[in-house]
Nanobody
Framework: VQLQASGGGLVQAGGSLRLSCAAS????????MGWYRQAPGKQRELVAVITSGGTTNYGDSVKGRFTISRDNAKNTVYLQMASLKPEDTAVYYC????????WGQGTLVTVSS
């Protein structure tokens, strides 16, 4: 099983970034896909998750700014981030729930002020 995340980088406050995460090697259906993040010195927190049917849930700090979507045929989840703030700086981890929970390696997002 492999979760390949991409799209992180450095952006100025107010800017946008799009993260992608492609899951491969999972032979059972994927129920939930999502993103979590962990800033230095802080606990990992929910960013957004999406079910196979398209139901979404967002962390309070990103509501209205981030949009999660997925392509079930490609087992890929996306996170469109807009109006980025310095406090969004963190390592973003892709998460997939099938019969087991899988985590990606993380991609760093840095928002400069």
């Amino acid at each position: 099983v492999q979760l390949q995340a991409s799209g992180g980088g450095l952006v100025q406050a107010g800017g946008s970034l799009r993260l992608s995460c492609a899951a491969s090697g999972i032979i059972f259906s994927i129920n939930l896909m999502g993103w979590y993040r962990q800033a230095p010195g802080k606990q990992r927190e929910l960013v957004a998750v999406i079910t196979s049917g398209g139901t979404t849930n967002y962390g309070d700090s990103v509501k209205g700014r981030f949009t999660i979507s997925r392509d079930n045929a490609k087992n890929t989840v996306y996170l469109q981030m807009a109006s980025l703030k310095p406090e969004d700086t963190a390592v973003y981890y892709c998460n997939v729930l099938s019969l087991k929970t899988y985590w990606g390696q993380g991609t760093l997002v840095t928002v400069s002020s």
